[in-house]
């Protein structure tokens, strides 16, 4: 998969919601943009020095453009507010070429679209996708209020509208989403797609799981990671694969820290367990995962983790390094 950095201009930076911006990006010489596939995101370098991903929210088939829309969560660790306030007009920034790790599966019957506030962002453009190409799907979008809800107008205005369902958290106990009803009946050739804050993720995907939808029939993209900070973390040993050299891994840092200090770059983004990008095969011992981005069963496999959150249930770990 191509990781390169692109070099775009920001030409448009509009206000979407309370607390949400759009900014759409262009190449900085006018050249055609890398086509990409709906779910997929960007890796946007930012003026702090830091990166963060945001889903491409705009039609795949457009190669003049990206799209991305980014909330000014307080919360944060730092990426949303330097997009909002250090971010102008104008600016050029370095980005990923487009990565796809929230695809949408070809030959489902139907498919099931859930977004939360700014996880409307991907599922957005999957809702586009699949009404471009004919294929059968309905749309549910939740947020805390009217006025925190972005893109009404297009989706009211789209061609899918009679297929969007809004549903916010102070409106009337009618409109609200109902998971439980929605969610009842799991069919084999029925997909599910959910993205938005971990609180509604969370309540989507255990209502999916208690009502039976199998585990392949559910996709999902976390924006952001929960640190889980044990009391009884200890240390444990990781060895490199290649070397064979050991380096001990102290209950404050993580294996990237820890590898880090050794002088052994693994290449990150996130670091916070959900994006992938240091996913890392498990040769020998017992992980401790603690990422959102491999399903149930793939942690249960114990034949990978992501060293940037994760850690070893065994005294030792033999990373594929």
Known sequence: ?????????????????????????????????????????VDVHL??????????????????????GVLNDPGSRGGSKAMHDMVSEGDTLSISLPKNHFPLTRGA?????????????????????????GEDFAMHYAARSRERMAFQGRIRQSSFSSRSAFHFDDGDDAQKLDLDSLLDRPSSDVHLYVCGPKGFMDAVLATARAKAWPEKQLHYEFF??????????GSFAVKLASSGKLVLVPRDKTVVQALSEAGIVVPTSCEQ??????LTRVLEGVS???????????QAMNDQFLPCCSRAKSAALTPDM
């Open 224 to 233: 952001a990671g929960k640190p889980i900070k044990a009391d009884g973390d």
């Open 47 to 68: 003026p702090n020095s830091l990166t963060r991903q945001y889903s491409l929210c705009n039609d795949p088939s457009e190669t003049h453009r990206y799209l991305i």
């Open 1 to 41: 998969m191509e990781t390169s950095a692109l070099t775009v201009g920001k030409c448009r930076k509009l206000v979407e919601a309370l607390d949400i911006c759009t900014f759409e990006f262009v190449h900085v010489e006018g050249k055609p943009l890398s086509s990409f596939s709906a779910g997929s995101h």
């Open 273 to 278: 367990g959900v994006c992938g990008t240091c």
């Open 109 to 133: 019957r139907s498919s099931l679209l859930l977004a939360g506030g700014i996880g409307i962002t991907p599922i957005l453009c999957m809702a586009e996708r699949l009404a471009i190409a």
């Open 288 to 298: 401790e995962h603690r990422d959102m981005y491999l399903t149930p069963g793939e």
